[in-house]
DNA sequence: ATTTGTATTATTGTCAACAATCTTCTTGAC
DNA sequence: GTCAAGAAGATTGTTGACAATAATACAAAT
């Protein structure tokens, strides 16, 4: 019998996922960093034989692979034409702000309005104010983006609704290089802070209503300013 | 040059599905319906070689088909241990449907605030009256469920968020048993059938507030029926 | 010069066999 | 009688080869 019972556990620290990752997993992992990185380019095709060589292993768990990067929205594959790193439209793009924006309102609510937010306080107050920190020096604004990110993986765990930590850990990565777009600005840094800080109070408060609405209205803001920035791109 | 020109063609109408599936894909929608109509039990294991002797094919196929199942959430596949149909607990039903709601509330809210909407009308005025008839008579409902499956295809589609259609079309597979378990009851399907009057009225308006509110009220209610339902059976 | 048909090549789809691992059944000891 | 250890069987994971198909290059005809 375990230390603390199951009823006791919160449900982000479960163990229920194996000790060791299959091949096609580690082989996956290692391809999405290179397509969140951009070492891989939008559009680039990505073939098996050559995923397969370099890895080592037979083509069928590179193809595994590949299946499991269509599942997180990296890859698009197509029948007999095989895996290529998707390159999302601006429409695209802005439709998958919209959902994260309505599914970080839920999580967010949850979270205000769960049981659990004692605890989770202490660490909020703690990246936020390291945001506060980061957000006015003018640097790369890396340490911003990876504090926004490790706060928004505490907060999707946290909030207990597992298929959603699934989606959203999905959508989050197929954003990840829009939200770095979105938050290159010191005032959208400053502006992006603000918020964060009324979503602390929101759940101090445990103010569901609240937490939402500031919630959906950062990724708002972050949906927005991706797209301009997309739009300035392209022309 | 086609007869209408792709500017003006529905999103919902675009070509961009390969003509023929694949050979896994065939076998997924053949095990999908198995799985949805109950003949698969929830639990139920389904190994790889059953699969390939059932459809005359190599392993390949079916392993294949079993993870486009698991990408629908109808089946769970364990390391080493193979695909099982899903048994979600009372909580994740719970779960999932608070997820379907806020898609749901996103979806209603395109489609009163997009520029579509007026054609969409007709379609869906048919389609509610139809719901106003079968919603009294005691019969086995499966008219009344069809009829909602299909108008929610309708607006999914409609919507005209890709993205939102593939996540909204997983949920409601998932779904499915639970939606028609909580409109079991004439009193439920009543209480159905007004929220979707009330929707129309809004989509009407152009009201997307409305149409959010009452697409996400329309799901819990839902949610609510089906778990109480659930808990009923469990004990 | 453009287009159509054809051959070539590159790439994915499928298959059957082998290896690794998990489950279950049996056996034996306490 | 219960539990542990080990063997046997069943099932998934991986591999390399073969088949089917789509992209490409090139030649020929209009």
Redesign the interface.
């Known amino acids: 019998m375990p230390a603390h019972p199951a009823a006791e556990m919160h449900p982000s620290l479960r163990p229920s996922a194996?000790l060791t990752q299959?091949l096609p997993e580690q082989i996956a992992a290692r391809l999405s960093e290179c397509i969140v990185s951009g070492a891989y380019a939008p559009g680039q095709r990505i073939m098996e034989q050559a995923v397969a060589e370099e890895f080592e292993v037979s083509r069928g768990p590179a193809r595994?692979a590949l299946?499991l990067l269509e599942?997180d929205?990296l890859v698009m594959i197509?029948?007999r034409r095989g895996a290529q790193v998707t390159n999302p439209s601006i429409e695209?793009v802005h439709?998958?702000f919209?959902?994260r924006a309505?599914?970080n309102?839920?999580r967010d609510r949850?979270i205000a309005e769960g049981p659990h937010r004692a605890e989770l306080i202490p660490a909020l107050e703690r990246d936020i104010e390291k945001l506060a920190q980061t957000a006015a020096t003018p640097g790369p604004g890396d340490d911003y983006i990876d504090t926004v990110l490790r706060l928004n993986r505490l907060l999707t765990q946290a909030a207990g609704?597992?298929?959603?930590q699934t989606?959203l850990g999905s959508l989050a990565v197929q954003t990840v290089r829009y939200t770095r777009l979105g938050l290159s600005t010191p005032q959208r840094r400053q502006q992006s802070v603000r918020n964060w800080q009324s979503l602390l109070q929101a759940i101090r408060a445990g103010d569901g209503d609240a937490a939402e609405r500031i919630a959906r209205q950062r990724v708002i803001d972050s949906r927005d300013a991706a797209v301009e920035h997309l739009r300035a791109q392209a022309g």
Chains 1, 2 share one sequence.
């Open positions: 194996p299959s595994e299946r599942k929205g197509l029948p695209e439709e998958i919209d959902i309505m599914l309102g839920l949850l609704n597992h298929r959603l989606i």
